[in-house]
Antibody, heavy 116, light 105 residues
């Protein structure tokens, strides 16, 4: 059974940092590209970042480029998102997801709130 | 940047056919995917690469993609199909449509 479990969310002041983690199981982690996708309260899906299965290729939404860093540890089956210089508009539920056919499997998300 | 346009809402009578469109420039040249998100839940992939259903997705769900429009069709709509639906493609990056709220009457 595929499982993706996000953690690391919380309340942070503007300009602060957070590191999200996504622990995975039930699939061959090192064979899949992985995404972070967010959803602000009451809003639609907003893609954040992607990392290739071997970690060599990374892509970011313009809104987070130079502030967020996606990474992975294939030995731990875990995906990460380092978020720096956080802004109120980064407030959202952050999902991790794997990519094979489409964006196949999603976690339940971890909530990030940026507020003073 | 590439944009995908979906209707904000679609209504369908129970047992009838719902059609949700996703418009983008030459979207027919890209692989379109569709996701269902029920209230309070994570999204679920319901159609991949234009017209393919993942295992476990009812055959009431189908898709097509040509020209400037990708389409998700839900036949024999059920109450449990009530949800938000999002289209998605890869351009230079991942792009989602704004989402369509499907109401089953």
């Amino acid at each position: 059974q595929v499982q993706l479990v996000e953690s690391g969310g919380g309340v942070v002041q503007p300009g602060g940092s957070l590191r999200l983690s996504c622990a995975t199981s039930g699939f061959t982690f090192n064979a899949y590209g992985m995404h972070w996708i967010r959803q602000a309260p009451g809003k639609g899906l907003d893609w954040v970042a992607y990392i290739q299965n071997n970690g060599r290729k990374k892509e970011y939404a313009d809104s987070v480029k130079d502030r967020f860093t996606i990474s992975r540890d294939n030995s731990k089956n875990t995906l990460y998102l380092q978020m720096n210089s956080l802004k109120p508009e980064d407030t959202a539920l952050y999902y991790c997801a794997n990519d094979r056919l489409g964006i196949d499997n999603w976690g339940q998300g971890t909530l990030v709130t940026v507020s003073s | 940047s590439y944009e995908l346009t979906q209707p904000l809402s679609v209504s369908v009578a129970l047992g009838q056919t719902a059609t949700i469109t996703c418009e983008g420039n030459n979207i027919g040249n890209k692989n379109a995917h569709w996701y269902q998100q029920k209230s309070g839940q994570a999204p679920v992939l319901v159609i991949y690469r234009d017209a393919n259903r993942p295992s476990g997705i009812p055959d009431r769900f189908s898709g097509s993609n040509s020209g400037n429009t990708a389409t998700l069709t839900i036949s024999r709509a059920q109450v449990e199909d009530e949800a938000d639906y999002y289209c998605q493609v890869w351009d230079t990056s991942v792009v989602f449509g704004g989402g369509t709220k499907l109401t089953v009457l």
